[in-house]
C-alpha cells in the first residue's frame, strides 16, 4: 500500500489520478463489471428517450400493434434500469469499502513503522484525524465519483447520440453549451480544492481538541478548566462549521450555475426546435424525443460538474493521507539479535534533537557490563531518558556508537532488538482492555501461570485477585480504574513476563507513596539479579545498593561510582541527595 503513494511526480493532478488507479486497479475485475452495468445503465437511458418520441409519433399513427406492447416495453425498461443501477452502485461502494479497508489497516501499521520523531512533531489527535476523518471521506467520496464518472459520462454520451439522430444541427445547437460547463466546472473545482484542504485541517484540530479533552478529563476537571476547553472546542467546531458550508456553497453554487446554463440551452431548443416543427422538418415525436434525450443529458453534465468538485475533496483528503505515507520507516538493520549476554558500551555518543540547537547528549562514553545495575541521576533536562531511548533505537542520527555484546545496535533488526529491552516508564499506559491482557502484552501466548508468577512478582496478585473480576477485571482507558501503585505494578508484572536480558527502569517509582514503592523495590530485588539494568531515578533511597551510580549534567558524566564514593567526594552528586535527605547520609 506504501508503494502506492511513492509517485512523487511534479505534475500534481497527474499524481492524483495515478494514486487513485492504483488504489481502484486491485479491484480491477469488479470495477470492469460496474462499468460494464454503467454502459447498460446509459443505454437503457438512451432507450426511454428513444422510445418516447416513437410513443408520440405512434399515438399519432394510431398504431394500435405498437401500443399494445409499450406498457410492457417500458416496464421493462424502468426494471432493467433499477436493476442495473442497483449492481452498479453496489459494485463501486464494494469498491469503496474496500480501498477504505485497506487504507485504514495500512495507515496504522505504517504509523506504528515511523519513527518517534514523528510522533514527537505530530499531535495524536491530528493521526487520528487522518487515518479517521481523512479516510472516512474517501470511503464517502471515491464509490459517489467513480458512480457518477462513468454512469454520468456513458449516459450524456448516450443521450447525445440519441439526440443527434433525431436532429444533428439541432443538437450541435444544444451542445454549444458544453463548453460553458467545462469553464464553469473548472473555476469552482479549483475552489473547492482548496476549501476542501482547508476543511481537513479544521477537522484535525476539532479532532486534536477532542482528544485531549478525553485523555486529560482529570486535569481539566482539577484546575476547573471546563469553560475554557469549551471554549476552545466551540471555536475549532465554529471554524470547520464555516469552511463546511463555504464547501456547501461551492457545491450548490455550481448547480445553480449549471442550472441556468442549461436553461439556457434548453431556450435556445425550444426557440429553434418549434421553428423546425412549424416548417415540418421534425415530427411532434422527434422533437418530443429530442426534448427529453437533451434535457436528460444536461443532468448529468450537471452532475458531472459536482464529480469535479468531489474529485477535489477526495484529493485534499488523499494529500493529507500520502503525507503520512511518504515518511520514511525507523531506519532498522538486518541482524537478528537472538541472544544477549548483556554488555552494553556507549562510544562518543552526542545527540541533538531535530528542533534543539543544543546537543541532549555530548561525548558520552561509558560501559554496562553484563549483569550490572546502573543508576543515572541528574537534574531534569541533563538527558537521562534520551539515554535510554536511544539504546532502544527510538532515536537515530545520533554520532559515536552504542553496541550490545560487541556489535553497533544500528545493524540489528529493531524489533529484536527491543524483544531483548524490557522497560518500566513512569509515563504508564496501560491499555483499555482486561489486567490480563495487559500483563500479556509483554509476552503474548503466555499460560496463565506464567501470568501469575508475573503478578506475584510485582506484587500485584493480591490487589488483583481482590478486583471485581480478577485478572479479567477490565481497568479503564489508561488503567483509570487503578491506582498509581496498582498501575505500576502491572506495568512491571509485564517486564517481569517477558524476561528481559536488559531492563530499563525510568523513574519507575517516582510517582508512589511509601508503600507501594517498598513493594516495587522488594519485587525488583528479586527479579534485577543476573541481567542488565539501568535504573533512572528521581529518588535517591532507590539506588544505594547500585553497582554503578552515573551523574548526568547537561548531557555530559561529570561524576561515577558507588553511592557512597560520591557522596563522600562532594559535588553535583551529594547536592541532589542533600536536597532530598539533609546533610546526613
Known amino acids: 500500500m506504501k508503494d502506492i503513494f511513492r509517485d512523487r511526480s511534479d505534475i500534481e493532478w497527474k499524481n492524483d489520478v495515478v494514486i487513485l488507479w492504483r488504489l481502484v486497479n486491485a479491484h480491477l475485475g469488479r470495477l470492469v463489471l460496474a462499468i460494464m452495468f454503467s454502459l447498460m445503465l446509459s443505454s437503457v437511458n438512451g432507450g426511454i428517450a428513444w422510445i418516447a418520441g416513437d410513443a408520440l409519433d405512434n399515438i399519432a399513427k394510431q398504431d394500435k400493434l405498437f401500443l399494445k406492447f409499450l406498457p410492457l416495453v417500458a416496464f421493462g425498461l424502468f426494471v432493467f434500469r433499477g436493476l442495473f443501477s442497483f449492481a452498479n452502485n453496489f459494485l463501486m461502494n464494494s469498491i469503496g469499502a474496500k480501498i477504505v479497508r485497506s487504507l485504514r489497516s495500512a495507515f496504522h501499521e505504517h504509523i506504528m513503522n515511523l519513527p518517534l520523531s514523528f510522533h514527537s512533531n505530530e499531535s495524536s489527535g491530528s493521526a487520528i484525524s487522518r487515518m479517521m476523518n481523512d479516510v472516512a471521506l474517501l470511503e464517502r467520496q471515491i464509490p459517489d465519483t467513480a458512480k457518477n464518472f462513468f454512469v454520468q459520462s456513458t449516459t450524456a454520451i448516450a443521450l447525445a447520440l440519441v439526440a443527434l439522430y433525431r436532429k444533428w444541427d439541432l443538437a450541435l445547437l444544444a451542445f454549444a453549451v458544453i463548453p460553458f460547463v467545462i469553464y464553469a466546472s473548472d473555476k469552482f473545482a479549483k475552489r473547492m480544492k482548496v476549501t476542501a484542504a482547508r ?18 478529563i482529570r486535569i481539566i476537571k482539577s484546575f476547573t478548566m471546563e469553560k475554557d476547553m469549551t471554549k476552545r472546542n466551540d471555536e475549532a467546531v465554529s471554524a470547520h462549521y464555516r469552511n463546511f458550508m463555504r464547501e456547501i456553497r461551492i457545491n450548490e453554487f455550481t448547480s445553480t450555475v449549471m442550472e441556468i446554463i442549461a436553461g439556457a440551452g ?29 434535457t436528460l ?39 537478528k539479535l537472538t541472544s544477549v549476554k548483556g554488555d552494553i558500551e556507549y562510544k562518543d555518543v552526542s545527540f541533538r534533537y531535530p528542533a534543539s540547537p543544543k546537543p541532549v547528549l555530548s561525548d558520552i562514553s561509558i560501559g554496562i557490563k553484563a549483569g550490572e545495575t546502573l543508576a543515572i541521576v541528574g537534574y531534569s533536562g541533563a538527558g537521562k531518558s534520551t539515554f535510554v531511548d536511544l539504546l532502544l533505537g527510538f532515536w537515530d542520527g545520533y554520532e559515536g556508537t552504542i553496541s550490545i555484546d560487541g556489535t553497533d545496535i544500528r545493524h540489528y533488526d529493531l524489533r529484536s532488538l527491543r524483544s531483548h529491552i524490557g522497560m518500566v516508564s513512569q509515563d504508564i499506559f496501560l491499555f483499555d482492555d482486561s489486567i490480563r491482557n495487559n500483563i500479556l502484552f509483554g509476552k503474548e501466548g503466555s499460560s496463565d501461570e506464567e501470568i501469575i508468577a508475573a503478578a506475584k512478582a510485582a506484587y500485584a496478585h493480591e490487589f488483583i485477585m481482590d478486583s471485581p473480576d480478577g485478572y479479567d477485571t477490565f481497568i479503564g482507558e489508561r488503567g483509570i480504574k487503578l491506582s498509581g501503585g496498582q498501575k505500576q505494578r502491572i506495568s512491571l508484572a509485564r517486564a517481569i513476563i517477558k524476561n528481559p536480558e536488559i531492563l530499563i527502569l525510568d523513574e519507575a517509582t517516582s510517582s508512589l507513596d511509601t508503600d507501594s514503592e517498598t513493594k516495587i523495590q522488594k519485587a525488583l530485588e528479586g527479579f534485577l539479579p543476573g541481567r542488565t539494568t539501568i535504573i533512572i531515578a528521581h529518588r535517591l533511597s532507590t539506588i544505594k545498593k547500585a553497582d554503578r551510580i552515573v551523574v548526568l549534567d547537561k548531557g555530559k558524566i561529570i561524576q561515577q561510582g558507588q553511592h557512597d564514593v560520591l557522596f563522600n567526594s562532594g559535588g553535583l552528586y551529594k547536592d541532589l541527595y542533600d536536597m532530598q535527605f539533609g546533610l546526613s547520609k
Do not use: C
Request: charged share 20%.
Open 199 to 216: 476543511t481537513r485541517t479544521l477537522i484535525a484540530n476539532v479532532t486534536k481538541i477532542a482528544n485531549e479533552t478525553l485523555g486529560g
Open 266 to 294: 434548453v431556450a435556445v431548443i425550444f426557440w429553434y426546435g418549434f421553428y423546425l416543427l412549424f416548417l415540418e422538418k421534425m415530427t411532434h415525436g422527434q422533437l418530443v424525443s429530442f426534448f427529453i434525450a437533451v
Open 297 to 335: 443529458m444536461f443532468e448529468p453534465l450537471k452532475r458531472l460538474s459536482r464529480t469535479n468538485n468531489s474529485l477535489q475533496m477526495i484529493r485534499s483528503a488523499l494529500h493529507r493521507i500520502k503525507e503520512v505515507f511518504q515518511l520514511e520507516h525507523e531506519k532498522s538493520g538486518d541482524q
